[in-house]
Structures are given as C-alpha cells and as structure tokens.
C-alpha cells in the first residue's frame, strides 16, 4: 500500500456580512382638506295668485223641438203573384251506338343477336434486358502474423518440457536451437471480382387486348292489328213540352198610419254658470340654501419607512479540502518456475 493525496468537496459553514432594507414604523402628522356642507336659511317674502269659482244663475231662452204624432193616408204597390202555363220545343241529343273496325299498334319483343368487342386485360410474356452481377472471386492463401516461441530451458528434464513451443509452431526437437522464431501460418481469403453483364428476362406484363364476343338485344317491332269497337253517336230531335211560370202582377193599395213630426217650441230656462274670480296676497317662507365650506383636519397615519441594515448570516460554501488514502502499489510479477518453459512478464524490470 502507498500514500496517495486527493481533493475531496467539503460544504462549510460560514459567517456573511450582508445589507438587509427594514421598515420601521413611524406615527406622522398629516393635514387634509375637508369639505363640508353648510346649511343657510333666511326668511323670504312673495305674491301668490290663485281663481276662485262663483257660481251664478242666468235665465236662456232655447228653441227645442218636440215630436208630434199625426195620421196620414199613405198609397204603396205591391206584387200579386201569378202561375202561368207556356209550350215550347226544345232539341235533345239521344246516344246511338255502331261497331267500327279500328286499327292500334302493339309492340311485339324480338330477340336479335349481336358482335361486338370488348377490352381485355391478358399477360403476355416480353422479353428485357437487365444489368446483373456476378462475384468471380477466388480463395487465396494469405500469411498470418505468429507470436515467436520461447526457448528452451536446457534443465527441462526431456522433450515434454517444450510442448508450449511445438503448440506455437515450433518442430525443432527440444536440444536443438528451438527457436527463436516460428514456422509462419497462413489462411485461406476470399478476394472478390464483381462483374456486371447484361442478361434477358422473360416477364409477364398486363396488356389490354380487344375481344371479339356476341351478346343478345332485345328489342321492339311495332306491329298494325285490326279490332272491332263500339262508337256511340249523339243524335239530335226535337221534342214539344209545357212549363209553369209565376208571374207578379203590380196592385195599388192605401192605408193609414201614425206619422210622427218634430215642432219647434220656445222656451226659458235657468242656466248656472261658474266664473272665475282672480285674487292674490303677500306671503312669508323660509329659503334654506346650502354653502361648500372647505376645513383643515389634522390626523396621525402609521407609515413603514425603509432603512438598510448590516446582518450576518450564515451560507453554505463548498470547497477542496486534502486528504491522505492508502492505495494498493502496482503489482510486480515474479520469474515464473522452470517446469512452466513461459516468457518473463513485461511489468518486471
């Protein structure tokens, strides 16, 4: 183990002056300007007028017309029916009915046979082009880097001693110069020729062929035929008749009846009428008015005034404080033993 010094991170604790802003309360002397409302009342004088109604009677004279009831003759017409029977003629349409051959048309359905052509989606094989590639390679053989043997100890005791130098490579036998070096390996690698050529494709494409196909239609023919059909046919003839008519007849009566007739009458009469007097007098009120007064009033107000302050207060700093460890020391390999035939460690000096 050795001593080794390190940098750790430590959070200390220390005392910071800094300036703090307080408020202090303070009672201050303010002086603010009220208005007031200020009531005035004085005495006034003033003329009032007013109507007063009299009433007073007064004798009209009025024209007013009065009915009067009278009987005259009155002559008024009146109508007197009367039946009276009259002859005439008159034409009337009697119905006659006769068959008649009539032609009509009817539309007899025939079926016909038709050729016609239609699209049809087929493959068709067609032959392309197209650029292909071919690896033409060949497996060579390549010599590969070999670690180099060790030597062999002359204490080994026997040929087995050097087996780890025949694994490396090494076919001398164990009392000969067993090298310092070894027989080198080799492998087999594949080393690419890519070629492109142009070969044909054979691919199925979708055309669109025309095909010849036959389809049935059906259609109409018109065709005349004959039938026999009853017409009816208004004949005219005419025929005597007799009616009843009524008619009124003017007659003159006469008769009496009550007639009533408006007079005109004179007469006098009491009328009451209202007229208005105008009077007037002198009379005394109060008239209060109002003034705006302004006032000084003076109050004590609580105000919070700023002032700075030096605090101290404690804050949280980081910083970078030594410290002694005990670290393992690098690991030394010691000489390997001789039944082993292995190479010296390279951390070993």
Same mark, same amino acid.
């Given at each position: 183990?050795?001593?080794?010094?390190?940098?750790?991170?430590?959070?200390?604790?220390?005392?910071?002056?800094?300036?703090?802003?307080?408020?202090?309360?303070?009672?201050?002397?303010?002086?603010?300007?009220?208005?007031?409302?200020?009531?005035?009342? !004085?005495?006034?004088?003033?003329?009032?007028?007013?109507? !007063?109604?009299?009433?007073?009677?007064?004798?009209?004279?009025?024209?007013?017309?009065?009915?009067?009831?009278?009987?005259?003759?009155?002559?008024?017409?009146?109508?007197?029916?009367?039946?009276?029977?009259?002859?005439?003629?008159?034409?009337?349409?009697?119905?006659?009915?006769?068959?008649?051959?009539?032609?009509?048309?009817?539309?007899?359905?025939?079926? !016909?046979?038709?050729?016609?052509?239609?699209?049809?989606?087929?493959?068709?094989?067609?032959?392309?082009?197209?650029?292909?590639?071919?690896?033409?390679?060949?497996?060579?053989?390549?010599?590969?880097?070999?670690?180099?043997?060790?030597?062999?100890?002359?204490?080994?005791?026997?040929?087995?001693?050097?087996?780890?130098?025949?694994?490396?490579?090494?076919?001398?036998?164990?009392?000969?110069?067993?090298?310092?070096?070894?027989?080198?390996?080799?492998?087999?690698?594949?080393?690419?020729?890519?070629?492109?050529?142009?070969? !044909?494709?054979?691919?199925?494409?979708?055309?669109?062929?025309?095909?010849?196909?036959? #389809?049935?239609?059906?259609?109409?023919?018109?065709?005349?035929?004959?039938?026999?059909?009853?017409?009816?046919?208004?004949?005219?003839?005419?025929?005597?008749?007799?009616?009843?008519?009524?008619?009124?007849?003017?007659?003159?009566?006469?008769?009496?009846?009550?007639?009533?007739?408006?007079?005109?009458?004179?007469?006098?009469?009491?009328?009451?009428?209202?007229?208005?007097?105008?009077?007037?007098?002198?009379?005394? #009120?109060?008239?209060?008015?109002?003034?705006?007064?302004?006032?000084?009033?003076?109050?004590?107000?609580?105000?919070?005034?700023?002032?700075?302050?030096?605090?101290?207060?404690?804050?949280?700093?980081?910083?970078?404080?030594?410290?002694?460890?005990?670290?393992?020391?690098?690991?030394?390999?010691?000489?390997?033993?001789?039944?082993?035939?292995?190479?010296?460690?390279?951390?070993?000096?």
């Amino acid at each position: 183990m050795v001593e080794k010094t390190v940098w750790e991170p430590m959070m200390v604790t220390e005392t910071k002056k800094v300036m703090v802003t307080e408020y202090k309360e303070e009672m201050k002397d303010v002086v603010s300007h009220v208005k007031r409302i200020v009531p005035k009342t !004085e005495k006034k004088s003033r003329e009032v007028n007013w109507t !007063e109604w009299q009433e007073t009677t007064e004798d009209v004279q009025v024209t007013v017309k009065k009915p009067v009831m009278k009987t005259v003759d009155v002559t008024y017409t009146v109508l007197v029916p009367e039946q009276i029977t009259k002859t005439g003629k008159k034409t009337i349409c009697k119905p006659t009915w006769e068959e008649v051959e009539k032609e009509y048309t009817v539309m007899v359905p025939m079926t !016909e046979t038709k050729q016609g052509v239609r699209k049809v989606m087929q493959c068709v094989p067609v032959v392309k082009k197209t650029t292909v590639c071919e690896d033409k390679g060949q497996w060579v053989q390549q010599a590969v880097e070999t670690p180099a043997c060790a030597p062999c100890a002359p204490a080994c005791g026997g040929c087995s001693a050097c087996a780890p130098a025949i694994a490396c490579g090494c076919a001398s036998p164990c009392n000969s110069a067993c090298g310092t070096t070894c027989a080198p390996a080799t492998k087999m690698v594949w080393v690419p020729n890519v070629v492109q050529r142009e070969v !044909e494709v054979t691919v199925q494409e979708m055309q669109c062929v025309d095909q010849p196909y036959e #389809y049935q239609v059906t259609t109409c023919v018109p065709e005349v035929k004959k039938c026999m059909v009853k017409v009816c046919k208004m004949t005219t003839e005419e025929v005597d008749y007799s009616w009843t008519e009524t008619v009124c007849k003017e007659e003159v009566k006469t008769c009496q009846k009550q007639v009533c007739d408006w007079e005109d009458v004179v007469e006098t009469r009491q009328v009451k009428k209202c007229v208005a007097v105008p009077k007037s007098k002198m009379e005394e #009120y109060e008239c209060t008015t109002y003034e705006c007064v302004t006032e000084e009033v003076k109050s004590q107000v609580k105000v919070c005034t700023p002032v700075c302050v030096e605090k101290e207060i404690e804050v949280q700093v980081c910083k970078m404080v030594e410290k002694k460890i005990m670290v393992p020391a690098p690991t030394c390999c010691a000489a390997p033993a001789c039944s082993t035939c292995a190479p010296t460690p390279s951390c070993c000096k």
